[in-house]
């Protein structure tokens, strides 16, 4: 079994920064893609970040410059480091993992979910 949890959402001002974690645990062979998701109030579900193992990006165009994904292969971590934060970055922030098990195939993961609030 695999667990997803997401941690370092929070209050902050305005131009201020977060860093958002993301560890998976379990019967883990590999991981493939990682990705960041939000979604907003009254808003879809979007995504903000990918990293795939080849160590290729993609960014939503409203993060692009201000927040970067990268991974710790050895701690099974997902980072999304976010700076320059604005209010409409205000967000749950989810996590989404391609693992490969040590048995079966592979399956996307959710984390819980992370709240960040960017106040103005």
């Known amino acids: 079994q695999v667990r997803v949890v997401e941690s370092g959402g929070g209050l902050v001002q305005a131009g201020g920064s977060l860093r958002l974690s993301c560890v998976a645990s379990?019967?883990?062979?590999?991981?493939?893609?990682m990705a960041w998701y939000r979604r907003a109030p009254g808003k879809q579900r979007e995504l903000v970040a990918g990293?795939?193992?080849?160590?290729?990006?993609n960014y939503a165009d409203s993060v692009k410059g201000r927040f970067t994904i990268s991974r710790d292969n050895a701690r099974n971590t997902v980072y999304l480091q976010m700076n320059s934060l604005k209010p409409e970055d205000t967000a749950v922030y989810y996590c989404?993992?391609?693992?490969?098990?040590?048995?079966?195939?592979?399956?996307?993961?959710w984390g819980q979910g992370t709240q960040v609030t960017v106040s103005s």
């Open positions: 989404n993992l391609d693992v490969q098990p040590l048995l079966g195939a592979s399956s996307l993961y």
């Open positions: 379990g019967s883990i062979g590999s991981i493939y893609a």
């Open positions: 990293l795939r193992s080849g160590g290729e990006t």
